[in-house]
């Protein structure tokens, strides 16, 4: 290499490692104890919301029934259950506290909740231990499973017949490595898996038969499909596996070490199941006379006891 | 749903919920969405970006020369060289999608500021294009035969006159083509911010198949007509137009030119 091309690559050079350990010792300096900056999440993201009487909440939109757009709207169980959050909040804030949206789609909600950007995020967010290494979650406030949707022409699938077969995933979900833990504790051949850049697409390639199977949260899957005018079920052109293969529990993500946001953020679930709001807005979205009924079962929030 | 309906959503987008609007900014431009968003992004990326490479390219060619400064100037000078190829070579080196997410989060990181997408999604494109505005208009002036410029030294034109006479209009000829490139290129890649949720035209199709019994197909070849249309359009109605500069080529030989503009176009 000659001097010249040296001289040359040495200012990129510099200019990158700056880039690189400019970010990584901010990334040291959120993570840190530090209390000094009063904005940074450390600090308490409730005490910021008090102070600035807004609550910043990152909102998916390409997800039904939990959030997507009717005739224009955006609407949806996590939509709603923002609302009703943010509502409740003002009782704990002490003040009035008006919600701000900001969209997040599946690859950015777990990084803006860890960087700050949004205080908490609702968008179908599964909780799993690996995303609670870096996010912490409220109680569960939406349960699901997954299962994996197949075409019924060719008769009435289990889930053991997706070994080895093709299935594909949404993109950043966390069906991936769950589909892989079930199939192999189970000694089956791993599906070969699929990614997809989003769930119309995985089902548009699996009415074509590009894919034998496609999963992610049934619920997602299941409107996703009736909403493309696909009828699911038994009798239906698709229908989704009996067995599911994970759970999945939705949870508002927060910042990690906030535990008094997240307390209260847990105790406006309380005050919403409590209220019976919460029931409201479930059978809004999941209730009998939904597109697609999910029935609670024994799943239910637990509020703490006051006092 | 008609067609026309959807294209008119393909068009302006979805609207943002009220809780979106944040009321520092401009309600236009939080409003918009679908393919008038796309064309407003790349319409105000170029315009942030050309005189951003021109300043870059300025500091790359400028900075440096003249052997009678001081030891503090050299160094200033060699400094600000240094700054701005650093900053072509990083943004040039970085993959599109890298430099949009390193855009929409190192603002909130570093100073606590929250933009909404719009804006942050201009940065981060005026950015791309001033980086490669840069070497477009630095391949444009190496490709000013050298010859040309000592002649006209020799007939006593001042450095001005030499440049706007001689530099300038040969060396824009033989860059238009290479900016409609850039021009192409950042409308299409705009399709990269669907990542980070700015409602253009890629992320409006795919709300809009997420919503509502359509032909996936038919939704697919309407975006991709969409992206189509502007970008041939413009390719071929302005490239003719250049043919000025495609002349100039002629008239110098393609083999010396083209080596500098597969240099640039390489990276287009």
């Known amino acids: 290499m000659s001097v010249q ?44 919301v008090k102070r600035e009487g807004r609550v910043i909440v990152g909102i998916g939109q390409e997800a039904a029934p939990y959030g997507y757009r009717q005739k224009g709207e955006l609407v949806g169980f996590d939509v709603d259950i923002a609302r009703a959050v943010a509502k409740k909040l003002q009782a704990y804030a002490e003040r009035p506290v008006v919600l701000e949206f900001r969209a997040v789609t599946d690859e950015t909600r777990i990084g803006w909740v860890q960087s700050g950007e949004v205080h908490m995020a609702l968008c179908h967010i599964n909780i799993t231990r690996r995303r609670d290494a870096r996010i912490d979650f409220t109680v569960p406030y939406g349960w699901d499973g997954k299962g994996i949707l197949y075409r019924t022409v060719d008769g009435k699938r289990a889930l053991s017949w997706f070994a ?44 074509d038969g590009q894919i034998d199977g496609f999963t992610d949260d049934s619920s997602i899957v299941i409107n996703t499909a009736m909403l493309a005018g696909r009828k699911v079920g038994p009798d239906g052109e698709l229908a989704i596996t009996d067995t599911l293969y994970a759970n999945a529990q939705y949870g508002i993500g927060v910042s990690e070490n906030n535990s008094r946001w997240r307390d209260t953020l847990n105790y406006c679930l309380h005050d919403l199941w409590e209220s019976g709001e919460f029931m409201a807005i479930y059978n809004k979205w999941f209730g009998p006379r939904s597109m697609c009924p999910l029935p609670l079962g024994s799943n239910r929030m637990e509020p703490f006891v006051k006092g | 749903m008609t067609l026309w309906e959807l294209f008119r959503v393909l068009w302006v987008g979805y609207p943002a919920p009220p809780e979106m609007m944040d009321p520092a900014f401009p309600v236009f431009f939080q409003r918009i969405g679908g393919l008038s ?28 020369e003249g052997g009678r400064r001081s030891f503090v100037g050299r160094l200033v000078s060699r400094g ?19 430099l949009v997410l390193l855009v929409f989060h190192l603002p909130y990181r570093v100073a606590q500021w929250r933009a909404p997408g719009i804006i942050l999604a201009v940065t981060a494109f005026s950015f791309y294009a001033g980086a490669y505005f840069a070497e477009v208009i630095r391949s444009g002036f190496r490709a000013v035969p050298q010859g040309l410029i000592g002649s006209g030294q020799v007939l006593g034109l001042r450095p001005m006159q030499i440049f706007m006479k001689i530099e ?9 083509p290479d900016f409609i490139n850039l021009a192409v290129t950042v409308f299409k890649d705009t399709s990269t911010l669907a990542v980070v949720a700015v409602a253009e035209l890629t992320y409006t199709g795919r709300q809009l198949l997420m919503s509502q019994p359509l032909n996936y197909g038919l939704v697919l070849l309407l975006v991709l007509f969409l992206y189509w249309a502007p970008a041939c359009l413009v390719s071929s109605m302005l490239v003719p137009r250049c043919d000025g500069g495609v002349k100039f080529r002629n008239f110098l030989g393609w083999r010396m030119l083209s080596r500098n503009r597969v240099k640039a176009s390489a990276n287009v």
């Not at chain 1, 970010?23 to 308490?44: D, I, L, N, V, Y």
């Not at chain 1, 950043?172 to 898996?193: K, N, T, V």
């Open chain 1, 5 to 48: 091309s040296m001289m040359k690559i040495t200012p990129i050079m510099s200019v990158a490692l700056v880039f690189l350990f400019g970010s990584c010792s901010m990334g040291h300096r959120e993570s840190g104890p530090q209390p000094s900056a009063e904005s940074k999440p450390s600090a308490g993201t409730l005490e910021i």
């Open chain 2, 168 to 176: 300038l209009p040969l060396a824009l000829r033989a860059m238009l």
């Open chain 1, 164 to 207: 080895g077969k093709t299935v594909g995933f949404k993109r950043a979900s966390s069906s991936e490595g769950e589909i892989q833990d079930y199939f192999s504790a189970q000694g089956w051949e791993l599906p070969r898996l699929k990614q997809f850049d989003n769930h119309a697409a995985g089902i548009q390639a699996l009415i």
């Open chain 2, 80 to 98: 600000i060289r240094s700054a701005a190829s650093g900053f072509v070579e990083v943004v040039r080196g970085l993959p599109i999608m890298l």
């Open chain 2, 37 to 64: 968003l796309t064309l407003v992004i790349t319409v105000m990326s170029l315009g942030i970006g050309f005189p951003l490479g021109c300043l870059l390219a300025l500091c790359r060619r400028e900075a440096g």
